[in-house]
């Protein structure tokens, strides 16, 4: 188990905001690891810096791996940013400007 400071210290060593989602941390990670890279990146510090980014990929993987998210109908549409804006041209579509006084 890590600290906040941990998860903290993890997130900004990626460049990651205060949220990211699983893909975002994932792709962060790639990305820095192909620019440092020791075999394509030529400074000395190559090697501590992938160290660095590889202990902080493995600190939020261990973090996201014990967060539990929920499989409810309400909480799946919230996070599902697609269906919610189905849900809002649906509305659109089907007549919703038809029922405002303007």
């Known amino acids: 188990m890590f600290s906040f400071e941990d998860i903290d210290k993890a997130r900004r060593i990626l460049g990651l905001g205060e949220e990211a989602s699983m893909l975002e941390i994932k792709e962060r990670y790639f990305n820095l690891v192909k620019r440092h890279h020791p075999d394509t990146h030529s400074e000395a510090k190559g090697d501590e ?7 902080a990929y ?11 998210v929920s499989f409810k109908e309400k909480d799946v549409k919230r996070s599902n ?13 089907d007549g919703w400007w038809d029922n405002l006084d303007l």
Not at 58 to 68: A, P, Q, T
Not at 81 to 93: A, F, G, N, V
């Open 81 to 93: 940013i697609d269906e919610s804006m189905y849900e809002h041209l649906k509305r659109y579509y």
């Open 58 to 68: 493995k600190v939020l993987l261990d973090y996201c791996r014990r967060y539990r």
């Open 49 to 55: 810096r992938i160290k660095e980014i590889n202990w």
